[in-house]
């Protein structure tokens, strides 16, 4: 079946770092875009970040841009996301998606909190 797992979420201080990590398996995960989205409580899910399946090409939501970085290791069958520079807006639950012609599955998520 299958299984997306996000780990790596946490309390952090503005201008701190984490990095989130989400496992897969299930499925041919070379094949497949992966995506972070998140969501924030009273908000819209968002796109945070893109990576293609060979992670040629990434693509961010441009609050982001320059402050998380998508990777993924195919070999691992993991997406990453590096988050720096994180700021109290960023709080959130973010979760990582399988996407090939149609979404695959999602993971439970993973909850960032940023503040004082």
């Known amino acids: 079946q299958v299984q997306l797992v996000e780990s790596g979420g946490g309390l952090v201080q503005p201008g701190g770092s984490l990095r989130l990590s989400c496992v897969a398996s299930?499925?041919?995960?070379?094949?497949?875009?992966m995506r972070w989205y998140r969501q924030a409580p009273g908000k819209e899910r968002e796109l945070v970040a893109t990576?293609?399946?060979?992670?040629?090409?990434?693509n961010y939501l441009d609050s982001v841009k320059g402050r998380f970085t998508i990777s993924r290791d195919n070999a691992k069958k993991t997406v990453s996301l590096q988050m720096n520079n994180l700021k109290p807006e960023d709080t959130a639950v973010y979760y990582c998606?399988?996407?090939?012609?149609?979404?695959?599955?999602w993971g439970q998520g993973t909850q960032v909190t940023v503040s004082s």
């Open positions: 990576i293609t399946s060979a992670g040629g090409t990434t």
């Open positions: 998606n399988a996407f090939r012609r149609m979404s695959l599955g």
């Open positions: 299930g499925f041919g995960f070379s094949t497949y875009t």
